[in-house]
């Protein structure tokens, strides 16, 4: 049986550039994610506020979904810097190439799977959200419809009556639903990949210092 020794080409001193890499590129492109669907996100909420400012609190669910990807990140980045063994006093590493690719891999897969699963969640969460709005304002500004108006205001503004506020409000509810269920899903795109970077992460081999 071959006996394998730090510092030759299964440990070299810089394996552990490579796990490094996995843990940065993760926490990077994890908060990268996380922003760019936050930012889409938080930019239809405020139109949407424009037309209905009462679905603001509702519709914020986009924006929370979006920052649970940096947390993602976190925990796998946390996970294998933890796993990152330092050099002894003679310069030789225990850590091998093969922690160090492992590591990467667990960290492009969350990293890459929160950035995309953010930019999915920031265009539906824009678009659902103004769509809502309109839908739920009966496609009014909050001006228009009564609401903070003298009544020969809300008159020419033309406001709805109760019938139809509630056909619009069913319809928007609706419409709310289908949302979710597409965030959900997007959301499931992150949660996939923090799943395979955590079996990745727990590959381990070491060498005899």
Request: with cysteine.
């Amino acid at each position: 049986m071959t006996t394998i020794t730090a510092g030759f080409d299964t440990c070299p001193d810089y394996a552990p550039f490579f796990g490094y890499l996995g843990a940065a590129s993760c926490m990077i492109l994890s908060n990268w994610g996380s922003a760019w669907g936050t930012w889409k996100s938080g930019l239809g909420v405020c139109k949407m506020g424009i037309d209905y400012p009462k679905g603001v609190i509702k519709n914020i669910v986009p924006i929370v979904m979006a920052g649970v990807l940096g947390i993602y990140g976190l925990i796998v980045a946390v996970i294998i810097t933890q796993s990152i063994s330092a050099p002894s006093a003679s310069m030789a590493t225990s850590y091998s190439l093969y922690n160090g690719y492992a590591h990467m891999a667990a960290g492009l897969c969350c990293g890459l799977s929160s950035l995309a699963a953010g930019g999915a969640i920031g265009l539906i969460g824009e678009a659902g959200t103004i769509s809502f709005g309109l839908k739920a304002s009966g496609g009014k500004r909050s001006w228009m419809t009564g609401e903070g108006a003298n009544p020969g205001e809300a008159e020419q503004g033309g406001g709805m009556g109760s019938g139809g506020d509630a056909l619009t409000a069913e319809e928007s509810n609706k419409l709310y639903v289908g949302l979710l269920i597409m965030l959900i899903f997007s959301e499931a795109l992150a949660l996939y990949g923090l799943i395979v970077a955590l079996i990745l992460s727990q590959h381990s081999y070491k060498c005899e210092e």
